[in-house]
């Protein structure tokens, strides 16, 4: 498989996103790091930079759905921002088990950096039409049911399920495509 595959071919038009943690290490165990995700999308959506459709986050993994002016841009700022943040809270909470795992799986060419947080890549597939979004983000909604953590999608605190379920979300999405 090439990397071709996995381009972004039309910038502002929405995709579905992966974003898997090296080595599948379960850092989103933790409120703390997940609230880093969120507020970043947050932020990202606050500057007018990413239009966020919806999204699951797991304890390895996190899959979403965003289209942005510059797309490519904002998923590299995305990593960059939240592995920085991710690991210097580690850090600080002295969480040498992660850290050391984070240090080992770190790819041998990235060579200006400790840790690497994040997988490369993020899979992106471009959505064209309302049956694909559909079926791309009940994919992401059913994640934790198919893994056996929840029975209902909108009983995943970390997804936009609830939102779609026109309850509370941790994080505003955009829901009319």
Same mark, same amino acid.
């Given at each position: ?17 992966t974003s898997t943690v090296v080595a ?11 609230? +880093? ?19 699951? +986050? ?7 759905? &965003? ?100 309850? &509370? ?9």
């Open positions: 498989m090439t990397r071709s595959r996995y381009r972004i071919w039309e910038q502002q038009q929405p995709h579905f996103l599948w290490l379960p850092v989103f165990t933790q409120p703390d790091t997940v609230q +880093i995700v969120l507020d970043c999308w947050r932020f990202l959506q606050e500057q007018n930079r990413l239009t966020l459709f919806g999204y699951v +986050i797991l304890e390895n993994h996190l899959h979403w759905v &965003a289209a942005a002016p510059d797309l490519s841009k904002e998923i590299k700022a995305f990593k960059s921002f939240t592995a920085r943040r991710i690991i210097d809270l580690l850090e600080s909470r002295r969480v040498q088990v992660f850290l050391d795992q984070l240090a080992y799986h770190k790819a041998r060419h990235k060579v200006e950096c400790r840790y690497q947080l994040w997988q490369e890549g993020s899979h992106p597939e471009l959505i064209q039409g309302q049956d694909i979004m559909r079926q791309k983000l009940e994919y992401a909604h059913y994640n934790p049911v198919k893994r056996g953590y929840v029975d209902d999608p909108t009983r995943w605190r970390y997804s936009s399920a609830r939102n779609f379920a026109r309850l &509370a979300g941790l994080v505003e999405v955009t829901t009319d495509w």
